[in-house]
């Protein structure tokens, strides 16, 4: 069974707060299908680079990178269970 999968990381630049920075958001679309995740992390406006999904600081980077590692591993071992329940032909 094959299904396309992308995750999108962005800034909520709709919401700023008083201290100037906004939330970053994640998008996962499975199979056209959207959601949309607060990762619970903060940024400025300034530190975020859209182009690849990251700030400046290699802080929240990391958190960023552990959030996008739980997610596929979330993921693929939804592909493994709904695997194991098809009938082998």
Do not use: F, H
């Amino acid at each position: 069974m094959r299904s396309t999968y992308k995750q999108l990381y962005y800034i909520n630049r709709s919401k700023i707060k008083a201290d100037g920075t906004t939330s970053i958001m994640c998008r996962v679309t499975i199979d056209g299908k959207a959601i949309v995740l607060a990762t619970g992390l903060y940024c400025t406006l300034n530190e975020w680079n859209s182009k690849k999904g990251e700030t400046k600081n290699s802080r929240i980077n990391g958190m960023l990178n552990d959030y996008k590692n739980r997610i596929d591993d979330t993921y693929n071992s939804l592909l493994k269970q709904m695997a194991s329940l098809q009938p082998n032909c």
